[in-house]
């Protein structure tokens, strides 16, 4: 996505300012979610965060560490937003850990559950899809 002839210091910026693109938009969710009941409210804005994703493959490790570290808040609004942009893009290292906070036997039932129904959308049959314009065919 970067340009050839940028610097090292202006792919830094973009860097920057695409995850702080991803954060905000993040934080607009969990905001969102907060106050709303259904997806229909974020939905728009799940897609806009995808669209960061997919616009800066290079930045992955970054965003899949924003990602994880969501995880581990469990707010409201978490979960439709990980399950809606990894449904699309099923990235390994975040499913990895996932899958890690659901065998930590020290772990919350009621979070085991979210985990779980986060892990549920990197398969093809993800229960809560038709909850979703986009994947509701």
């Known amino acids: 996505m970067l340009m050839e002839n940028t610097s090292p210091h202006?792919?830094?910026?973009?860097?920057r300012d695409s995850i702080t693109d991803f954060q905000g938009i993040a934080q607009g969710i969990?905001?969102?979610?907060?106050?709303s009941c259904g997806v229909e409210a974020l939905e728009r804005d799940l897609e806009r965060a995808l669209a960061v994703l997919q616009r800066n493959a290079d930045l992955r490790p970054q965003f899949e560490t924003e990602l994880?570290?969501?995880i581990d808040s469990i707010r409201e609004g978490v979960v439709e937003l990980v399950s809606f942009v990894m449904h699309e893009l099923r990235w390994q290292a975040v499913e990895e850990?996932?899958?890690?906070?659901i065998?930590?036997?020290?772990a919350n039932?009621?979070?085991?559950?979210?985990?779980?129904?986060?892990l549920d959308a990197f398969s093809d049959s993800w229960r809560d899809r038709d909850l979703y314009v986009r994947f509701d065919r």
Do not use: N, T
């Not at 969990?30 to 106050?35: P, R, S, Y």
């Not at 850990?97 to 906070?101: F, L």
């Not at 039932?109 to 986060?118: C, I, N, T």
């Open 10 to 15: 202006e792919e830094r910026r973009f860097a």
């Open 30 to 35: 969990l905001d969102a979610a907060e106050e």
């Open 68 to 70: 994880i570290s969501l």
């Open 97 to 101: 850990g996932i899958r890690s906070r």
């Open 103 to 106: 065998s930590d036997p020290r």
């Open 109 to 118: 039932v009621s979070d085991l559950r979210l985990y779980e129904a986060m």
